[in-house]
């Protein structure tokens, strides 16, 4: 019954070791409601995919990043692509970073000469996902000192290493910059070696 539930324990009680384990047998409010980096709590995840596709594009409208959460065939992926970017390209600065598209929302951010557009479910928070596009390209930003268009261009398995840290299934797991780096930084050191 919720009404015996005892309280939420502290937030520092929560990580992966023992302590939060037993908060988890107790049927304690644990973190099994969201989207965790955590394996065994990913598994007993029931909520759909609230992050459809990730999308890097430029002014001229050429894909340079795209990862689905959901299949899309190639066929489809290409038109849909075509028909977000003119959506997206087409807008004025003014104009809302959100868009209603067939059945899913569009939420974009334009840096300099690239877009990010991510495509989300309708009961999604907007402005989480928008903050999570920022949040992104400013960990671009640490790891190639000042992204261009040509560091992900030439880099594109670094970038997707880091886009996999942070979005797992649809899920955003990771915010953290120094934990998105860590295991890049791994690479470089081995791959310095």
């Not at 709590?41 to 990862?67: C, D, H, P, Y």
Request: charged share 25%; proline share 3%.
């Amino acid at each position: 019954m919720p009404g015996n539930r005892s309280p939420r324990p502290p937030a520092s009680s929560f990580g992966t070791g023992k302590r939060w384990r037993a908060h988890a047998r107790e049927g304690r409010n644990t973190l099994l409601d969201s989207c965790t980096p955590h394996s065994d709590l990913l598994l007993r995840s029931t909520k759909a995919e609230m992050i459809k596709f990730f999308l890097m594009v430029n002014k001229q409208g050429q894909t340079r990043l795209s990862r689905y959460y959901e299949h899309v065939e190639i066929k489809k992926r290409t038109m849909l692509e075509a028909e977000v970017i003119k959506n997206c390209l087409s807008r004025s600065k003014d104009q809302c970073s959100f868009i209603e598209y067939k059945d899913f929302k569009l939420v974009y951010r334009q840096y300099a000469a690239l877009f990010v557009v991510v495509g989300i479910d309708h009961t999604e928070n907007e402005m989480a996902v928008y903050e999570l596009i920022h949040n992104f390209v400013e960990v671009l930003d640490k790891y190639f000192s000042r992204v261009s268009e040509l560091d992900i261009m030439f880099n594109l398995d670094r970038v997707h290493i880091i886009l996999d840290e942070m979005v797992l299934n649809g899920c955003i797991v990771e915010t953290n910059r120094n934990r998105i780096l860590a295991p890049l930084l791994v690479l470089d050191r081995v791959a310095e070696s």
